[in-house]
């Protein structure tokens, strides 16, 4: 039997409830026999800096290094609003994604068919959408050089952003997506602005070939980007697995996101290279939201954005697929139930705490695998 191991980093705020449901979650998955699970507990963020005055520590980024996933909570708050900068809770997040080098992100929109009605969205639109957006992380506009502001000799400012991508960037993100396209519909969509960019023009391309060279079983479509976003809006289940770069991807898998619902129900994950020998790849899995320090030590966040992204977990980085479907099966049924937190509350359900909504994904797993 493998044993995987995991660096579970909590947070802050709200991050330490989600993460004690979530362990009692792969306790379950480690006593089922499949795989069996290790993990490690450490201190990230503003936990982290009141320890050692830093985000995170060495030894932390050392135990990350060596883990088979990270699974991170949040970080954040008021009470670290004014550290220095570079070592703000959030510098945690990005130290680890680059450290890692975790250019994939990975933000799935799946509607529960309890919530449908939740969306912005007709229900016929939404109910039964589960999409997947494929973002690359670590290149593009948000990290091109030059970037800057000038004063200009009229004393006029002008500000640079540098969007920029090479072949290598663009491949490996597309063999994310193609990959992942073959474990579910087989069909890729494109998004960027060849129209305007070159940066799109040589996106286009180097996906076009990746697509016909590698995976020629994998329907490819492109989109522009801002086309992409209206049909998203417009029709979204007509995508499965749609790849783009960090600005396009911010932005889309936000809309997409938003589709289905409450921020405390997104999870995501963030993948890299696979290891040459061991096929293994670096990978954090962690809510979309952060430590929402207005409900935090309530007992009442929801913990669902947090077990989803271990589901996440199970299925793209232990290759335990069924596990991942009985665990995403579990929520689903509990949401189908009626149980909901305050955050997805609605009158005729019935509200509960993070602690009851973790005890009955655990009790529904029970029922589901008995
Ligand atoms: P937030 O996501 O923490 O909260 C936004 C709103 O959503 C709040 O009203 C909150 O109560 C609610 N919410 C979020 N998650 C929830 C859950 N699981 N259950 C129930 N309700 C939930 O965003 P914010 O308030 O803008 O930021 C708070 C802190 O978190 C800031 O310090 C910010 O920098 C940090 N942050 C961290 C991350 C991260 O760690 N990845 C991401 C975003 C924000």
Request: with cysteine; glycine share 8%.
């Amino acid at each position: 039997m493998t044993t995987y191991k995991l660096l579970l980093l909590p947070g802050d705020g709200i991050g330490t409830e989600i993460m004690a449901e979530v362990k009692t979650v792969i306790d379950w998955f480690g006593k089922r026999g499949v795989a069996s699970f290790e993990y490690e507990q450490d201190l990230a963020g503003g936990a982290a800096y009141d320890a050692h005055g830093k985000a995170i520590s060495e030894a932390t980024m050392k135990l990350a290094q060596e883990s088979d996933a990270v699974i991170f909570g949040a970080v954040g708050g008021p009470k670290w609003d004014s550290v220095p900068y570079d070592v703000r809770p959030e510098a945690a997040l990005l130290r680890l994604r680059k450290d890692l080098e975790l250019f994939a992100n990975l933000r799935p929109a799946i509607c529960y068919p309890a919530l449908a009605d939740a969306s912005s969205l007709k229900r016929e639109l939404v109910e039964g959408l589960d999409i997947l957006i494929v973002r690359e992380l670590t290149g593009g506009v948000y990290f091109g050089s030059p970037k800057e502001i000038v004063t200009l000799e009229n004393g006029e400012k002008r500000a640079v952003d540098t969007q920029l991508y090479t072949t290598s960037e663009i491949e490996r993100i597309a063999r994310v997506a193609f990959d992942l396209a073959k474990t579910r519909s087989s069909r890729v969509a494109s998004a960027e602005k060849r129209n305007v960019m070159k940066s799109g023009v040589l996106w286009n391309q180097v996906v076009t070939k990746v697509g016909k060279e590698e995976y020629a079983d994998v329907a490819l479509e492109h989109v522009l980007a801002d086309n992409c976003a209206m049909q998203l809006v417009r029709r979204p289940k007509q995508y499965d697995v749609i790849v783009c770069d960090n600005l396009f991807g911010d932005i889309l898998s936000d809309v997409a996101a938003m589709l289905t619902g409450s921020l405390g129900m997104l999870p995501s994950a963030a993948l890299g290279a696979p290891d040459a020998t061991t096929g293994r790849r670096k990978s954090m899995y962690e809510p979309v939201h952060g430590s929402a320090p207005d409900i935090a030590g309530q007992g009442i966040s929801n913990p669902i954005a947090m077990i989803a992204s271990f589901a996440m977990a199970l299925r793209y980085s232990f290759g335990l697929v069924e596990e991942a479907d009985l665990l995403d099966r579990a929520i689903s049924s509990v949401l189908s139930k009626g149980l909901r937190t305050g955050d997805i509350y609605t009158e005729g359900t019935t509200k509960v705490g993070t602690k009851e909504m973790g005890a009955a994904i655990l009790a529904e797993l029970d029922t589901l695998s008995a």
